[in-house]
C-alpha cells in the first residue's frame, strides 16, 4: 500500500509562485509515474503535470512554462513548483502514483489564488 502526503498549498496572489510537496511512505519513483492532478468546484479532475520512472516529463498547455515537475529520490517526495499564479489555478491538487491497474491518491492541498 502506498500512502501520499500533498503539503504546500495556500492563498497566494495572482503572479505569486507556490511549491507543493508529496511525501510518499515508500521509494516508487522507480516504478510508478507520478503526477500531479487538479479539481476546481464543479469541473472534472484534470492533470497538469506528471514524471514518468525514466524522468520524461509532461505538461498541458494550460501550465506549460508555469509549472515545473520534480523528484527527489533520496526524500521519496515529489514536487510541483508553481509560477506566475493565476485565479484559474485555483483548485485542491493530488498527487497521484500510477502503474498498470493501481492509482494511488493524496488527500489534496488546497491552492487559491486571489488578490
Known amino acids: 500500500q502506498v500512502q501520499l502526503v500533498e503539503s504546500g498549498g495556500g492563498l497566494v496572489q495572482p503572479g505569486g509562485s507556490l511549491r507543493l510537496s508529496c511525501a510518499a511512505s515508500?521509494?516508487?519513483?522507480?516504478?510508478?509515474?507520478m503526477g500531479w492532478y487538479r479539481q476546481a468546484p464543479d469541473k472534472q479532475r484534470e492533470l497538469v503535470a506528471s514524471?514518468?520512472?525514466?524522468?520524461?516529463?509532461n505538461y498541458p498547455d494550460s501550465v506549460k512554462g508555469r509549472f515545473t515537475i520534480s523528484r527527489d529520490v533520496a526524500k521519496n517526495t515529489l514536487y510541483l513548483q508553481m509560477n506566475s499564479l493565476k485565479p484559474e489555478d485555483t483548485a485542491v491538487y493530488y498527487c497521484?502514483?500510477?502503474?498498470?491497474?493501481?492509482?494511488?491518491w493524496g488527500q489534496g492541498t488546497q491552492v487559491t489564488v486571489s488578490s
Open positions: 497521484n502514483a500510477h502503474l498498470l491497474i493501481k492509482d494511488y
Open positions: 515508500a521509494n516508487i519513483f522507480s516504478m510508478y509515474t
Open positions: 514524471i514518468s520512472r525514466g524522468g520524461s516529463t
